[in-house]
């Protein structure tokens, strides 16, 4: 989960919500240069991050607050599989973009364990099978998984607050064509990301928030009780053409 602290408590954004704001943001992208297969990796970009279950797993540091998703370190490649498959009873391209994300997210561990590079070349192996099967060429398959990146990148950045002040520009990360792409905040706080690569001229996307009134929680069980009880909010971004 995505935790901010407020005067009162916390803020939390759930990771299965992030990624649902990151589909919306796929959606608006201009149909004309959509990657293939667009509906199905807009689901691919919803169901991303289902691993995350915020109500059954620990999610609570040592000194007793919200954990942040970066402050996680361990990896279980046991999970990373039945999430994999749970996304292949969808469809084998919605399997296959979640596939890449994996072996993006992990790659760097590649040379530390035998279980790192078992698992790295067993997806490898996979993505090219199914890439086979489903008649989809590597640079297709490259191309939605860089639609898929950039739209979980570009909802991180809303959900993380990272957006710049005084109308400076951030990078979001290149999309499917190989460009680059900047967001800005206005000082009216409308949202532009140039250059503009949306189906309409403005349109506003949102995601649930849950606000915690406690700082500290005594037990994993105190805080996944909080997170259900919790008041949530909804919070919205509203994007435009130029500013």
Same mark, same amino acid.
């Given at each position: ?7 009162? *408590? ?21 149909? /004309? ?12 970009? !919803?169901?991303? $991050? ?41 469809? #084998? ?5 979640? !596939? ?31 890439? /086979?099967?489903?008649?989809? !060429?590597?640079?297709?398959? !490259? ?22 002040? $005084?109308? #400076? ?7 499917? $064509? *190989? ?19 949306? @189906?309409? $001229? ?5 995601? @649930? ?6 700082? /500290? ?24 053409? *130029? *500013?």
């Amino acid at each position: 989960m995505i935790v901010h602290p407020t005067p009162t *408590g916390w803020q939390v954004i759930y990771h299965r919500a992030h990624a649902l704001l990151a589909a919306q943001l796929a959606g608006h992208w201009r149909r /004309k240069d959509a990657p293939p297969r667009l509906y199905e990796t807009i689901a691919a970009i !919803s169901h991303h $991050d289902d691993l995350e279950k915020e109500w059954e797993d620990n999610n609570i540091t040592k000194v007793g607050t919200p954990r942040d998703f970066t402050m996680d370190e361990e990896t279980s490649y046991d999970l990373l599989q039945r999430h994999l498959e749970s996304a292949l009873h969808r469809s #084998r391209w919605v399997a296959l973009l979640n !596939s890449m994300h994996m072996c993006y997210l992990n790659e760097q561990k590649r040379g530390t364990s035998a279980e790192a590079d078992a698992f790295l070349d067993a997806q490898v192996k996979q993505q090219k099978q199914w890439c /086979k099967e489903l008649g989809i !060429s590597q640079t297709d398959a !490259s191309s939605a998984y860089a639609f898929m990146q950039w739209s979980d990148r570009l909802s991180l950045i809303l959900c993380q607050n990272e957006l710049p002040v $005084d109308e #400076r520009s951030l990078e979001i990360t290149k999309g499917p $064509d *190989g460009k680059r792409y900047d967001i800005v905040q206005h000082n009216s706080g409308l949202l532009t990301v140039t250059p503009w690569c949306f @189906e309409t $001229d403005r349109f506003t996307v949102n995601v @649930e928030a849950t606000f915690l009134s406690e700082v /500290k929680f005594k037990d994993n069980a105190a805080l996944t009780e909080a997170l259900k009880q919790s008041p949530r909010q909804l919070l919205e971004w509203t994007f435009v053409k *130029g *500013g």
